[in-house]
């Protein structure tokens, strides 16, 4: 603005100038106000943007399912939509279906075991898992956790596999007892921090001798949290062989290790055989890590969104087919079929209790 000087005024005493100020005065006012309340609106839309659509804000009634699909000749079949789906809901318990690729996005977590000669073996394996994470979008995050007695969350969840990398160069435990269970507890707790995303696979690959002796977490309880919070578990298992009736074969893992991987919608894998052992040739995991890729991008996840005849206290039984013929599913460690059975049950309260008789 440009203030002229020896411009002529209107002499303030007068009633008209007087008047004049006064109508100037509520313009500047009521402009300020204008922009300010406009300014409050852009500062109100910037705080309250919708976000991102895959990210779930609030508390749904969504029951989620990895599922595994495949054709005849068993190849993945990777452009399905809902309308490949056929729902029977006899009890319209039902509001929708969610279907979604499996592996477009995934929060990956390899649990290492450090201790004994396995340490060598899983630092050998770097690359291969490395390239394994790189293979997913860049939306896909790595976290590295370490275990012996105790378990150690070495590299949180990040974009980048730079820290991971770093991180399987792990130090030897010496003397130390193995607490894998405890270890797979706190790989689910470690998934905690992460913000809820529909399309996101959350996994842990777990490689160990299969050995437990220090664990105060039960194997049930860590399928019990893994699956409420829709994580599944890839167990590699490097056995330590031992003579067994004139011959070397490998120690069975401890209970619940193998049916951590079946259980959860992952996959149990034994790695390594007798001439490996004896040649002290520490096994390649680039095979397993590929067949892992494979699973998972046979993957979807499936989800019924519960509504509020749901909320009854009972289970109720729903039927799912896949439309295209030669095509089949399975659900966790179940068999493949075109057709699966559900039971459903939804465990939040109703907002509209009936009213007692």
Do not use: W
């Not at 001439?275 to 890729?293: G, Y």
């Amino acid at each position: 603005m440009r203030v002229h000087f020896g411009a002529h005024l209107p002499d303030p005493r007068s009633f008209s100038a007087r008047l004049l100020c006064q109508l100037v005065l509520l313009l500047l006012a009521f402009v300020t106000l204008i922009s300010s309340g406009q300014a409050s609106t852009v500062a109100a839309q910037s705080q309250t943007q919708p976000p991102d659509d895959d990210i779930i804000r609030v508390s749904t009634d969504l029951l989620l399912f990895p599922v595994r699909i495949r054709s005849k000749h068993n190849q993945a079949q990777p452009n399905l939509t809902e309308a490949d789906l056929s729902l029977k809901d006899p009890d319209h318990v039902t509001s929708g279906l969610y279907f979604q690729p499996g592996s477009d996005r995934v929060a990956l977590l390899f649990a290492l075991d450090r201790s004994g000669s396995l340490r060598l073996t899983i630092s050998q394996q770097r690359e291969a898992a490395i390239a394994l994470f790189g293979r997913f979008s860049d939306r896909s995050s790595i976290a590295i956790l370490t275990f012996a007695e105790k378990p150690a969350l070495v590299a949180t969840f990040q974009k980048g596999a730079e820290a991971a990398s770093s991180a399987f160069r792990i130090t030897p435990a010496i003397n130390q007892h193995t607490a894998i269970f405890d270890a797979a507890a706190a790989a689910v707790k470690a998934f905690a921090g992460l913000p809820r995303v529909r399309t996101e696979r959350r996994i842990v690959i777990l490689i160990s001798d299969g050995l437990d002796n220090a664990s105060s977490s039960n194997a049930q309880a860590v399928i019990y949290e893994a699956l409420e919070n829709n994580i599944s578990f890839y167990m590699i298992h490097i056995p330590i062989f031992e003579p067994r009736d004139g011959r070397l074969a490998p120690r069975p893992p401890s209970k619940g290790f193998r049916e951590l991987g079946e259980k959860t919608g992952g996959k149990y894998f034994l790695v390594g055989d007798v001439q490996s052992a004896l040649t002290d040739r520490p096994p390649d995991l680039t095979p397993v890590f590929k067949a892992i890729e494979d699973d998972l991008r046979s993957q979807y996840l499936l989800g019924f969104y519960m509504n509020e005849a749901s909320r009854d206290g009972r289970q109720h039984n729903v039927t799912l087919s896949l439309v295209p013929s030669g095509l089949e599913y399975s659900v966790g460690a179940r068999s493949y079929s075109r057709t699966q059975k559900f039971l459903l049950e939804n465990t939040k309260q109703s907002t509209n209790p009936s009213k007692p008789n």
